[in-house]
């Protein structure tokens, strides 16, 4: 018993912040720790065994989520070390992945763009004079280059639903204000977000990938994609693309360079992670990274992302061979809802990803863990 309570003493130090909505975690985690060490080791070491690995737990950093590398007795840590490995060696094939294919209805219920959109396209790549409608305040504005860094007042979190005084309210992310409360939080560009998809494809032209041509061919059979995005006197627009192959390795991760007359408004960082000197060592448009990717993805290759709809939107492609993982985890209280990926990577895969607030997302890691919720 006396050898028990200093696991259950380690274990509740060590799950301190996990323990108010996981109250029994200590003690059972306890209990089967102390029924492993007993059966691995001799009867007059099991003391000194049980000392040493309740110091070894003391060591471990302390979890912030239940699906924390941390979390659990030692034979668990050990398989899910294991499963990680073999979870990585997992090469995604186009056979693996077939039968996860979303049919086309379905992607176009989820917002993807399944047709070229009616029009020339790129007739209006930019909106520089024009009076919009700020995505973050609601006030109208005129779109012009090197805005006023300060003339926009808004909140950048979202609305979650707590429980305030013992009340359920809706309160932002950012600054803990409720929904009733007016004014922001933030200043910044006033900035505009179109969806229409007549609209993107006045500013940028849409096209589908090319058909696969063989046998000489160097397009792959599956591709995770992620991209990330900034605002622009032509609406938001792709301001880097990272592609990772079936095995897990990076195949493409470059910045893109704004079309001509494109100007940006606000790179987005808190979000996008792009800075000024990201764009400045750009050297392809969008029509050149496009066909730099026609060269690793055709027709038929199959993409896998989270959200991809919205990546495919930005880069102009239709495609029509989607694994959206919005779609394969989908949100317990069904569409429109979706599940954030941080929070997919974290239940799932017990990865924390998208953790700054100040440094912003990075594509490439993204695209790798949408790959793994697949493999997964």
């Known amino acids: 018993q006396s050898m028990l309570k200093v696991l259950y003493d380690r274990f509740r ?7 108010p909505s996981n109250p029994t975690l200590a003690s059972e985690h306890a209990l089967r720790q102390e029924e492993e060490l007993y059966k691995s080791s001799s009867k007059p070491g099991y003391s000194m065994t049980v000392i040493q690995y309740a110091g070894q737990i003391k060591k471990r950093p302390k979890p912030t989520h239940i699906s924390h590398d941390s979390v659990g007795t030692k034979a668990d840590i050990a ?70 860094a300060e003339e926009c007042t808004f909140h950048w979190g979202r609305l979650r639903t707590m429980n305030v005084s013992g009340e359920r309210a809706r309160v932002r992310t950012c600054c803990a204000k409720t929904d009733s409360e007016s004014g922001g939080c933030t200043t910044g560009a006033h900035v505009f977000y179109d969806t229409d998809p007549i609209v993107l494809h006045a500013r940028h032209p849409f096209s589908f990938l090319p058909p696969r041509s063989a046998p000489r061919r160097t397009t792959l059979d599956v ?12 609406g938001m627009r792709v301001a880097r693309v990272s ?18 007359g494109v100007k940006v408004l606000d790179y987005n960082t808190r979000f996008s992670g792009i800075k000024p000197e990201h764009l400045e060592r750009a050297t392809h448009d969008l029509a050149g990274i496009r066909e730099r990717l026609h060269a690793l993805m055709d027709a038929d290759s199959i993409l896998v992302g989270h959200a991809l709809e919205n990546d495919l939107k930005t880069l102009r492609i239709i495609h029509h061979r989607c694994v959206d993982t919005a779609l394969l985890f989908p949100h317990g209280s069904g569409a429109p809802y979706r599940k954030a990926l941080r929070d997919l990577a974290r239940e799932h895969l017990g990865v924390v990803i998208q953790q700054s607030t100040t440094a ?7 695209a790798s863990v949408t790959l793994d919720l697949v493999r997964w």
Not at 14 to 19: A, D, H, P, Q, V
Request: glycine share 10%; aromatic share 8%.
């Open 360 to 366: 912003g997302h990075s594509s490439a890691e993204d």
């Open 223 to 234: 591709i995770a994609l992620d991209c990330e995005m900034i605002y622009t006197t032509g």
């Open 13 to 19: 130090d060590l799950y301190s912040s996990i323990l």
């Open 243 to 260: 592609l990772i192959d079936g095995a897990g390795a990076t195949i493409f991760d470059d910045f893109v360079k704004m079309d001509e």
């Open 79 to 148: 398989a899910r070390a294991e499963q990680k490995k073999s979870l990585k060696a997992l090469t995604l094939t186009r056979a693996n992945l077939e039968r996860y294919v979303h049919p086309v209805e379905v992607l176009a219920q989820w917002g993807y763009i399944t047709a070229i959109p009616e029009g020339p396209g790129g007739d209006a790549s930019t909106m520089e004079g024009q009076s919009m409608k700020c995505e973050r305040c609601g006030d109208k504005f005129t779109v012009q280059a090197n805005p006023g």
